[in-house]
């Protein structure tokens, strides 16, 4: 199963897809799981900020910091797990976090997952 975040109307969804078994024509997916979750809205003083991006794609399993939480350099404020491993993103400095990104959400190289400013 893949997790994925889809985004309609500004509402965001995690949303699990299985692919089922291929015949002879194309397999279509089927939407297993849809919950409702939180869309973060960053703020504008943050996108002046520093940008926290993920080093490889992956899975965003915990967010261990709230929007505007202070942050110092170096505190662990994502956990991202990649290749069945849980890899801890730190930030940068120190400052106040915006998150871009919600729990569940599959990101690629270079996503911008936070905002410290």
Sequence with gaps: MRNFVVTIDGKS???????????????????TKIEKTAVPVPQAAAANGEKVLSPFP?????????????????????????????????????????????KGANVETNAVLAVIG
Excluded: F, H, R
Excluded at 58 to 87: C, F, R, S, Y
Excluded at 90 to 100: I, Q, R
């Design 13 to 31: 969804y995690s949303v699990g897809v299985e692919e089922v078994g291929e015949s002879e024509s194309v397999a279509s997916p089927v939407v």
């Design 58 to 102: 992956g899975l965003i399993k915990k967010i261990m910091v709230n929007n505007g939480d202070t942050v110092k350099k170096d505190q662990p404020i994502i956990v991202l797990e990649a290749m069945k491993m849980d890899n801890d993103i730190t930030a940068p400095c120190d400052g106040k976090v915006t998150v871009s990104v919600v």
